[in-house]
Nanobody, 127 residues
Framework: VQLQASGGGLVRARGSLRLSCTASGRIFGSFNMGWFRRQPGKEREFVAAISWSGSSKYYADSVKGRFTIPREDAKNTVYLQMNVLTPEDTAVYYC?????????????????????WGQGTLVTVSS
């Protein structure tokens, strides 16, 4: 599956932004979807994931309560709704798709759980 992420940009602290990730193909509904990010000078880290069915979601502690990850299978799209942004959320955000059985993944999934990646979209939060 090929993924195209969009929606990044510059936003002020405490603002909101919604990222989108659209997948090619007709089997989007069979993939778990995830968002990861790479902050300046840091390793890529998990942000959020949603199961193929949409019935289960995981969030990193750093974004819990501020970010949500809805999916809209009819549009082959997963979103990352980001609220109450802080400068620490500044990063390149990547969407990913994978088929690791959801029940076998840790609550902070690893990059290896996802086999397809989008190109990344930059989010910059100013103070």
């Amino acid at each position: 599956v090929q993924l195209q992420a969009s929606g990044g940009g510059l936003v002020r602290a405490r603002g909101s932004l919604r990222l989108s990730c659209t997948a090619s193909g007709r089997i989007f509904g069979s993939f778990n979807m995830g968002w990861f990010r790479r902050q300046p000078g840091k390793e890529r880290e998990f942000v959020a994931a949603i199961s193929w069915s949409g019935s289960s979601k995981y969030y990193a502690d750093s974004v819990k309560g501020r970010f949500t990850i809805p999916r809209e299978d009819a549009k082959n799209t997963v979103y990352l709704q980001m609220n109450v942004l802080t400068p620490e959320d500044t990063a390149v955000y990547y969407c990913a798709a994978g088929k690791t059985p959801w029940g076998t993944m840790a609550r902070t999934p690893d990059s290896d759980d996802f086999g397809s990646w989008g190109q990344g979209t930059l989010v910059t939060v100013s103070s």
